[in-house]
């Protein structure tokens, strides 16, 4: 991961920060889709993160909020002096490629005068950013690399009245939770989701109000999945970017924190050096040289005929097995720029010999540690 604020785009590119835009993809295009009103401020507040990804001769897209119509700021997310000329060029760079954000764009008042080139969403990234994408990573990472078959997450689909779909999922439920130690909880995730959105921590026999919930998410959403919980030590992401010719090369490494309940709370502004040498004390060197190389693969073919290009970050965890630790080689795809690039950007630019303090991505501010 590189960056240059001295550097110039040939086209003008128009970043968006369209967070929570993941749940926005299981709606066809043609659905109406409204962010909650929390998800909203999110996207107008923390819209300034963005400068560390724009170039000077960039723009960034401030959404509307109430009484504040929606408008242009600078790469640096400063007002602008003038407008852009009529009819100069944008590619559109939005944090996560969905439809509804594509729609908001070509119906911006704001972005009227100018030409806007839009991502296309195609098949093959629709299929890798449901989280089934991510589970045939870890089938394959079992069966290639020799990880613990219990890792496997187990699907449910909708049956053909919530009646069936009860059955099926009380089933497998019941078999998960039978299989686990005493005590033990069971993880229920949802099919488009990120940060640690739409995963919920449940019991490992299921309570009547955690079982009417899952089965009315399986209803809504077509599917929903079970894992075993596992004892978390540490999080940490393998970050990927591709590029135009189709190739995904591996950029960088990401350690971050969690809440309890699983929501990204920051990452640590190591240096790539540092990162790497703090995993590889928790995960043999060559173990995680293999991952890499498999995760490039998978993500290769998995995009083939995509028009997608950017970042992709594939979620870890160390955690606890027993009396020793062990690599979870994949929690979670995210296909699109992640806060790991944001804070490794931020790290070279603020901080270049690293710091061994924590820090937050602060909503309007960028980074405060």
Not at 24 to 30: K, S
């Amino acid at each position: 991961m590189t960056s240059s604020s001295a550097a110039v785009s040939p086209t003008a590119r128009l970043w968006v920060f369209n967070a929570g835009g993941e749940e926005a993809l299981r709606l066809p295009a043609q659905q109406h889709y409204s962010p909650s009103r929390e998800v909203r401020r999110l996207r107008y507040e923390a819209t300034h993160l963005l400068r560390l990804l724009a170039e000077q001769g960039d723009y960034l897209y401030l959404p509307a909020l109430e009484d504040s119509a929606a408008r242009l700021l600078d790469h640096e997310g400063a007002e602008l002096p003038r407008p852009p000329e009529a009819g100069t060029v944008l590619e559109v760079r939005p944090w996560v490629l969905e439809p509804h954000i594509l729609k908001e764009l070509a119906a911006a008042p704001c972005l009227a005068p100018y030409r806007l080139l839009l991502p296309e969403l195609d098949t093959p990234y629709c299929r890798l950013a449901h989280r089934r994408g991510c589970a045939g990573l870890v089938e394959r990472c079992c069966r290639e690399l020799g990880y613990p078959e219990a890792l496997r997450a187990h699907w449910v689909e909708a049956g053909a009245d919530r009646a069936e779909t009860e059955w099926r999922l009380l089933e497998l439920w019941r078999r998960l939770g039978s299989e686990q130690a005493a005590g033990a909880r069971l993880v229920l995730k949802r099919p488009y989701s990120s940060s640690g959105r739409g995963v919920q921590l449940v019991s490992a026999l299921p309570e009547a109000r955690e079982l009417s919930s899952a089965v009315g998410s399986c209803q809504r959403l077509g599917s929903v999945s079970l894992e075993p919980y596992w004892q978390v030590e540490a999080n940490w992401a393998l970050e990927y970017e591709r590029l135009e010719t189709g190739a995904v090369h591996f950029v960088g490494y990401s350690h971050f924190v969690t809440s309890e309940r699983g929501a990204y709370a920051g990452n640590v502004l190591w240096t790539q050096q540092q990162l790497g040498e703090r995993l590889t004390t928790l995960v043999p060197e060559r173990e995680l040289a293999a991952l890499i190389v498999l995760h490039e693969a998978y993500l290769s073919e998995q995009l083939a005929g995509s028009g997608y290009v950017g970042y992709i970050g594939i979620d870890l965890f160390v955690y606890r097995r027993g009396e020793v630790l062990a690599l979870h080689p994949a929690v979670e795809i995210n296909l699109r720029c992640t806060m790991g690039v944001l804070a490794h950007r931020a790290q070279l630019r603020d901080w270049p010999e690293g710091s061994r303090e924590p820090f937050t991505l602060d909503y309007g501010q960028g980074v405060r540690r």
